[in-house]
């Protein structure tokens, strides 16, 4: 009964939280940014996945490429941002070193709503059976749903599906690495 109480308690902060960082996400949305991958065309995406220890003080540390991306016309960081790291002062480092794109500045006001609403939808989830080969795996995937379902992972997996939507609509082309 603990672990049930604490599982629900911890998807309500996840909830809460994931709810704040859309709300900075559609703050920190920007048509310069957006303008410059239009105009450009063609662009090289990276995923990179931002924690706080890549921003010492007001410099940006990549600790995935390094310097081998600097400033390169074509080739634009789509950041993943974890806990607290999306904030100006990382974006404005950020900004010195790399091309960047944010996942927000293609979404529409309908893309956040609808992303909010896909979010929620995982709590409708109801398999009566799920099958791996012979076995029925339904209580193994009940229970991930169960613990994981308001997961940062998750709002940054609909988000950046309804990044690519926009890019496709817009008809850019791109590459992913």
């Excluded at 400033?71 to 950020?94: C, M, T």
């Excluded at 940054?156 to 817009?170: C, E, P, R, S, V």
């Amino acid at each position: 009964m603990k672990k049930k109480k604490y599982i629900i308690l911890k998807n309500i902060l996840n909830f809460f939280r994931n709810i704040y960082f859309l709300i900075k996400l559609f703050f920190y949305r920007n048509d310069e940014r957006k303008n410059k991958i239009l105009k450009n065309k063609r662009i090289i995406l990276l995923d990179i996945f931002m924690i706080k220890s890549m921003f010492d003080g007001k410099k940006f540390k990549d600790r995935y490429y390094g310097n081998f991306f600097n400033k390169n016309k074509e080739i634009f960081f789509l950041p993943i941002f974890f806990n607290s790291s999306l904030n100006k002062s990382n974006l404005s480092s950020l900004k010195e070193k790399a091309n960047y794109i944010l996942h927000s500045d293609f979404l529409t006001l309908r893309d956040f709503f609808l992303i909010l609403i896909s979010f929620l939808k995982i709590n409708f989830i109801k398999e009566k059976k799920v099958f791996f080969g012979r076995h029925n795996i339904k209580k193994l995937i009940s229970n991930e749903l169960s613990e994981k379902r308001y997961s940062h992972a998750l709002l940054n997996a609909i988000t950046t599906f309804y990044f690519f939507k926009q890019l496709k609509k817009k008809k850019l082309i791109y590459t992913q690495v």
